[in-house]
């Protein structure tokens, strides 16, 4: 677009709007924090900065609570369900991409269909299927539902898939390679991209679930951090330095993985939107 | 939002390999697609099936389940605290659509200009995105705390001081706040795209024309942003309904019943009292709204024009 010739004023003018965005966008992050490394007397004192640096707060969360138990919990429990959704997830979308086989089509659209459940319609049948599992207070309850691999992960992978030409593996398959050598040796280093979307999502998606560990966790031993953060609330909800510390630790990993990756995750939103 | 609603509107591509091109590989593609499978059919079609039939028992987990015919149906239509729920939800969904989707058209519209620094303020826009909302909702119930953030700003600025969370009016807005704080940036991003793949013949063309800048937005821009735009409702519109986290730890459903959104009440239902019949029931006419009003959104979006530049 020709916007070169734009006067000052109107560029200015964009950069104050887009000055004042970013500052509310980060607004809650710097409140977290700067409350977080404030003492108990300071908190009401009305001052934006504490007087002086105190990481006292985040020493009474660890603490009186096991949150590195949490983080571990969380952690453990993101990372699981990435590798499920990568693997089992390229081999279906490869499959519904590149293979012929009876039911593919009627398979695909039973995928598809389930993505209009949204997902508080089976919570209630799924809290049930945990329970006569005896998986409450599990990882298995954390991880299963959507460990191997979910529709919608699916659907992204194949289009991504279908878009490789298939030229490149007629060549493979000419010079003898057998169908897992091509998924494992040609596909799979050319879809990084989308691999790294579906990562990405899936780990943010995972590490700030909240609803679903609710409902099939109660003990420390498996509690995550967005379940924590609600029972730290319920116990010191008053004291809101400490709380504010508490948030700032459930906040920060993904912040700090932001900055490591910005590009790749504002490439990753942008890809679920394609058609 | 969650995740999994992201791809209703992306249609599927013509499949453009010929079909000589796949090959019949015995029982290799069942094994590829067998895990996910499982999958699907454990945790995504049964309990889709049973919290159908689920809807028409008494249970409470504890006795055994008997039937209970539509009644759990009739139940939720006569019961205010639902139609409450419901009508609050919607009300929800209507103070964050029109006012993010906005926002995020227009944020979208400046970054666009390909000014210096563009990529930085983009970054700094889809933080909250990142944000669990629970740790968020905190923070923000901080910052709207009486005597908060917030008040300590509105008194500087000689502006009345609201109790946001504590008052039936207020807290409602104020927890569509937290929400399009989260996803504007995030919705901005699919409007940016799309924007960028606007054609700038198109507006040179105008420009000949003497087109003005807002005729071109509603003449190219807005029409050409179609797509996009339904994408972007469709999602958020079926996130908003489906709001709890952050009413889970700001008001837990108060002040009264006045953040008593539709998902909290079905928790609520479930989860608290064990009323897994009723609670089905209303999770189901929960699907029926929600699959209503994205059929609505299909149709007033194909009756509306739209330019192919193919």
């Known amino acids: 677009m020709s916007h ?81 959704q990568l693997i089992f997830g390229s081999l279906a979308a490869y499959a519904f991409a590149r293979m012929r086989f009876m039911g593919r089509n009627v398979l695909f659209m039973i995928y598809l269909s389930t993505l209009m459940v949204p997902n508080i319609v089976t919570l209630i049948p799924l809290f049930i299927l945990m329970k006569d599992l005896g998986w409450i207070n599990s990882y298995a309850a954390l991880i299963a539902p959507t460990v191997l691999s979910t529709p919608v992960g699916i659907f992204l992978l194949r289009q991504f898939f279908l878009g490789i030409p298939g030229d490149i593996e007629e060549a493979a398959r000419i010079d003898g390679a ?23 999502i899936t780990f943010v998606t995972s590490w700030n679930n909240f609803l679903w560990p609710l409902i099939v966790t109660n003990t420390d031993q498996y509690k995550v951090v ?35 990756f910005q590009k790749q995750i504002i490439r990753s939103i942008q890809l679920t939107g394609l058609k | 939002m969650s ?47 049973a919290v159908l039939v689920i809807s028409l028992l008494h249970w409470n987990l504890l006795s055994s389940p008997s039937f209970a015919g539509l009644s759990n149906y009739t139940k939720v239509f006569h019961d205010p605290t639902a139609l409450h729920s419901m009508l609050i939800t919607v009300y929800y969904v209507l103070l964050n659509i029109p006012l993010q989707t906005v926002l995020a ?67 409602l807005p104020a927890v569509a706040m937290v929400n399009i704080w989260q996803w504007t940036g995030y919705n901005m991003l699919f409007f940016l795209a799309g924007l960028q793949g606007i054609p700038a013949y198109l507006y040179e063309a105008a420009e000949l024309d003497g087109a003005s800048p807002i005729r071109k937005f509603f003449t190219i ?76 959104q299909f149709a007033y979006f194909r009756n509306r024009t739209t330019y192919d530049l193919s």
């Open chain 2, 3 to 49: 995740f999994d609603t992201k791809m209703l509107s992306t249609r599927m591509p013509r499949e453009k390999i010929k079909k000589s091109k796949l090959t019949s590989q015995g029982i290799t593609p069942y094994l590829f697609v067998f895990p996910s499978f499982v999958g699907v059919l454990l945790f995504m079609l049964i309990p889709a099936i």
């Open chain 1, 178 to 200: 057998g169908v897992v050598r091509i998924f494992l040796q040609i596909i799979l280093p050319l879809s990084r991209p989308i691999l790294a979307t579906l990562a990405i």
């Open chain 1, 4 to 84: 070169a010739r734009s006067a000052w004023w109107v560029n200015a003018l964009i950069y104050a709007v887009l000055c004042v965005g970013a500052c509310i966008s980060i607004f809650p992050y710097l409140i977290s924090i700067l409350t977080s490394l404030k003492p108990a007397n300071e908190v009401y004192a009305g001052h934006l900065f504490p007087s002086h640096v105190d990481f006292k707060n985040y020493l009474e969360v660890w603490t009186s609570v096991p949150f590195g138990r949490y983080l571990l919990n969380t952690l453990f429990v993101s990372v699981v369900i990435v590798l499920g």
């Open chain 2, 105 to 171: 058209i227009i944020l979208a519209l400046l970054l666009n200009r390909r000014l210096p620094g563009m990529a930085i303020f983009r970054a700094l826009f889809v933080i909250p995105w990142l944000a669990m909302p629970v740790a968020v909702g905190v923070v923000w119930q901080w910052i709207l705390q009486p005597t908060g953030m917030l008040d300590s700003l509105l008194q500087v600025l000689h502006l009345p001081q609201i109790d946001w969370l504590g008052t039936q009016h207020w807290a």
């Open chain 2, 221 to 296: 821009t807005l029409p050409l942003l179609r797509p996009t735009l339904l994408f972007v409702l469709i999602t958020s519109v079926i996130g908003s309904f489906q709001v709890f986290d952050t009413v889970y730890v700001m008001t837990q459903g108060g002040p009264g019943q006045a953040t008593n959104v539709y998902n909290f009440y079905i928790f609520q239902e479930g989860f608290q009292f064990f009323h897994m019949g009723f609670a089905s029931a209303l999770s189901v006419i929960l699907f029926v709204v929600i699959l209503l009003v994205t059929l609505l």
């Open chain 1, 226 to 260: 967005s379940l924590g953060i609600a029972s730290f609330q319920l116990q010191y909800g008053a004291e809101w330095n400490e709380l504010m510390a508490a948030a700032t630790i459930a906040l920060l990993p993904l912040i700090i993985l932001f900055i490591l």
